[in-house]
Nanobody, 124 residues
Framework: QVQLAESGGGLVQAGGSLRLSCAAS????????MAWFRQAPGKERECVAA????????YYADSLKGRFTISRDNAKNTVYLQMNSLKPEETAVYCCAAGAYGGAVPNRERYNYWGQGTQVTVSS
């Protein structure tokens, strides 16, 4: 049974930082692309960042402008999202996803497994 467990969310002031983690089990982690998506109330789920199975390729949403960094540790079956200079409009539930396709792509349909998500709240 595949499980993706996010952690690291919380309340942070605007301009602050958070580091999210997603621990995977039940799959050959090194063969899966990993991504972080977020969904704010009333908005569609969007891909924030993605990394290919080996970590050599990454994708970032244009709105991030270099503030977020995705990384993975295949030895620990974990993917991370370092978020800096957070903005109130980035308040959302952030979830990780695993994709057998293997490429760092933002398309939701490319991801087979999803975590439950962790709440990130950015106060102004």
């Amino acid at each position: 049974q595949v499980q993706l467990a996010e952690s690291g969310g919380g309340l942070v002031q605007a301009g602050g930082s958070l580091r999210l983690s997603c621990a995977a089990s039940g799959l050959t982690f090194s063969k899966y692309a990993m991504a972080w998506f977020r969904q704010a109330p009333g908005k569609e789920r969007e891909c924030v960042a993605a990394t290919s199975w080996g970590g050599g390729f990454t994708y970032y949403a244009d709105s991030l402008k270099g503030r977020f960094t995705i990384s993975r540790d295949n030895a620990k079956n974990t993917v991370y999202l370092q978020m800096n200079s957070l903005k109130p409009e980035e308040t959302a539930v952030y979830c990780c996803a695993a994709g057998a396709y293997g490429g760092a792509v933002p398309n939701r349909e490319r991801y087979n497994y999803w975590g439950q998500g962790t709440q990130v709240t950015v106060s102004s």
